[in-house]
C-alpha cells in the first residue's frame, strides 16, 4: 500500500502564490508518475499537471501552463506543485495522486491513478 498526503493548501489573494507538496509512504521501491487533480465545488474533478517516473517530464492543463510549476523530489518521494499568478477559478480541494504502472509516460487520466490523497483546500479571494 502506498499512503499520499498533501500539504500546504490555504487561502491566498489573486495574484498570489501557494506551493502544494505530496509527500508518498508505504511500499515505495522505484519512482512512479504522480499528478495533482482539483475539484471545485459543483464540478468533476479535473488534471492539473503530472510528472513522469523519471521526473524529466511534465505536462499542464491549458488552464495553468505558464502559472504552475510541477517538481519531484525521488530521494524524499515528495511532489510539489508551485501555483503562482493564482485565480480565484483555481480555488478548488486539490488532490495528489500516484500511478504504479510504467505505462503512460504522463498519466492525465483519472483512471491511470491507483493511490490518492485525502486532499487539500485552495482558497483564491479577488
Known amino acids: 500500500q502506498v499512503q499520499l498526503v498533501e500539504s500546504g493548501g490555504g487561502m491566498v489573494q489573486a495574484g498570489g502564490s501557494l506551493r502544494l507538496s505530496c509527500a508518498a509512504s508505504?511500499?515505495?521501491?522505484?519512482?512512479?508518475?504522480m499528478g495533482w487533480f482539483r475539484q471545485a465545488p459543483g464540478h468533476e474533478r479535473e488534471f492539473v499537471s503530472a510528472i513522469s517516473w523519471s521526473g524529466g517530464n511534465t505536462y499542464s492543463t491549458n488552464s495553468v501552463k505558464g502559472r504552475f510549476t510541477l517538481s519531484k523530489d525521488s530521494a524524499k518521494n515528495k511532489v510539489y506543485l508551485q501555483m503562482n499568478s493564482l485565480k480565484p477559478e483555481d480555488t478548488a480541494v486539490y488532490y495528489c495522486?500516484?500511478?504504479?504502472?510504467?505505462?503512460?509516460?504522463?498519466?492525465?487520466?483519472?483512471?491511470?491513478?491507483?493511490?490518492w490523497g485525502q486532499g487539500t483546500q485552495v482558497t483564491v479571494s479577488s
Open positions: 495522486a500516484l500511478d504504479s504502472d510504467r505505462i503512460v509516460v504522463i498519466p492525465t487520466s483519472e483512471d491511470d491513478y491507483d493511490y
Open positions: 508505504g511500499r515505495i521501491f522505484r519512482n512512479y508518475a
